[in-house]
């Protein structure tokens, strides 16, 4: 059975660091496009990054420098190094699957996703 | 690549056809995806490639258009089918999803 699940999630002070993973079943993170979404309360889904199997890595505006994502081989998850934390990364983050056309992620689209997991910057 | 979803919301009754609308600011072919999202859940993928139902989603939902126009129409309302629905490109990077249109049952 396909199935993503986040952890990691909490409150957090601004200015400080959390680290979210994805405990993936079902497929293998390292043959597969794995990505971020997030969405902040009442508001809508924003992207903030993702991972090609090849290793590459892309981010949004919003987190490019204070945020990275990496993956484990090992223990098939795919983690969110999260630094610098403002009050605007409150939100609910979903980790899921970008599926790409072989040779182009042109025109991909995310299936299947996690539950999330709540991240509160707050003092 | 920003997306405008028309209308916000909506209140149709069960069994109305109804209508939403992603416009994009500038062409992306037929790469955009649809989801569904009922309260307090994760996204559920409907569609992709404009037109291409996912599997298991019911054959009420039916997708159209290319370029900068796409439409998602839900043929018969069902209860089950109250939700807000968001649009999704990957034309190019950044990946943008359109703000959301909620949906209610009158």
């Known amino acids: 059975e396909v199935q993503l699940v986040e952890t990691g999630g909490g409150l957090i002070q601004p200015g400080g660091s959390l680290r979210l993973s994805c405990a993936v079943s079902g497929f293998t993170v390292n043959s597969n496009y794995m990505s971020w979404v997030r969405q902040a309360p009442g508001r809508g889904l924003e992207w903030v990054s993702v991972i090609y199997s090849g290793g590459s890595t892309y981010y949004a505006d919003s987190v490019k420098g204070r945020f990275s994502i990496s993956r484990d081989n090992s223990k098939n998850t795919v983690d969110l190094q999260m630094n610098s934390l403002r009050a605007e990364d409150t939100a609910m983050y979903y980790c899921?699957?970008?599926?790409?056309?072989?040779?182009?992620?042109?025109?991909?689209?995310?299936?299947?996703w996690g539950q999330g997991t709540l991240v509160t910057v707050s003092s | 690549i920003q997306l405008t979803q028309s209308p916000s919301s909506l209140s149709p009754s069960v069994g109305d056809r109804v209508t939403i609308t992603c416009r994009a600011s500038q062409g992306i072919s037929s790469f955009l995806a649809w989801y569904q999202q009922k309260p307090g859940k994760a996204p559920k993928l409907l569609i992709y490639a404009a037109s291409t139902l996912q599997s298991g989603v019911p054959s009420r939902f039916r997708g159209s258009g290319s370029g900068t126009d796409f439409t998602l129409t839900i043929s018969s309302l069902q209860p089950e089918d109250v939700a807000t629905y968001y649009c999704q490109q990957l034309n190019s990077y950044p990946i943008t999803f359109g703000q959301g249109t909620r949906l209610e049952i009158k």
């Open positions: 899921a699957r970008l599926n790409c056309y072989p040779g182009s992620c042109q025109g991909g689209w995310f299936d299947p």
